[in-house]
């Protein structure tokens, strides 16, 4: 059974600092692996796609990169503002239903 | 933008009663799913479809029921409505495995 963890669960950082979420996954045949940002209450929003046979994706500030032999995804925020505080999830899609298994997410908390 | 709507986004209702949450999208995905996700904890799958008349049930173990007769369409049923019930509902859509998976607002629902 695929697992997905992510470290840390919650960080607090200044203003224009700039940071990694570590995302890490058990099962190395996948799909695909997705970043979303969630706000209190709301849905997720995608953030970043990244395909297995992909190494990163960049979008804006933000890079995520993937190496599935090592089973570790990390997301890079440059430049970190308080509108980047939410929740960041990541989520890897395999097995035969082609499902997306989650993490608990990690809690940014920008500081200004 | 992600055109996938969920109503109602907050829904507070008694015990015992039927309840169908609603979910539509617009971007013609053949792949629909929900989640259940309750307060600082994972999105777990609990129904999935690859299409019209396509529906499967996902890795927790829900007393909902879905229903796939429009592609656009992916209505949740509660029958009898219990305060276990309580949680945020969100649904999402795909096309394919290899492309963003994207939700909606979610339905959180509160059985008193």
């Known amino acids: 059974k695929q697992e997905v963890t992510q470290i840390p669960a919650a960080l607090s950082v200044p203003e224009g600092e700039n940071l990694v979420l570590n995302c890490s996954f058990t099962?190395?045949?996948?799909?695909?692996l997705q970043w979303f940002r969630q706000d209190p209450g709301k849905g997720l929003t995608s953030l970043l796609l990244i395909q297995s046979s992909q190494r990163e994706q960049t979008s804006g500030r933000l890079n995520a990169s993937l190496d599935k032999s090592s089973g570790r995804s990390t997301l890079y925020i440059a430049a970190s503002q308080p509108g980047d505080s939410a929740t960041y999830l990541c989520a890897d899609r395999g097995g035969s239903n082609y499902k997306l298994t989650f993490g608990k997410g990690t809690l940014l908390t920008v500081n200004p | 933008e992600a055109d996938i709507y969920q109503t109602p986004r907050y829904l507070v209702i008694g015990t015992g009663k039927k309840i169908t949450l609603e979910c539509s999208q617009t971007m013609g995905h053949d792949k629909m799913y929900w989640y259940q996700q309750d307060p600082g904890m994972e999105l777990h799958l609990i129904h999935y479809s690859y299409g019209v008349n396509s529906t499967e049930k996902g890795d927790l173990s829900s007393e909902s029921t879905v229903s796939r007769i429009r592609t656009e369409h992916f209505p949740l049923t509660l029958e009898s409505a219990r305060p276990s019930h309580t949680s945020q509902y969100l649904c999402?859509?795909?096309?394919?495995?290899?492309?963003?998976?994207?939700f909606g607002q979610g339905t959180r629902l509160t059985v008193v």
């Open positions: 099962d190395s045949a996948i799909y695909n």
């Open positions: 999402a859509s795909s096309v394919g495995v290899n492309t963003e998976a994207f």
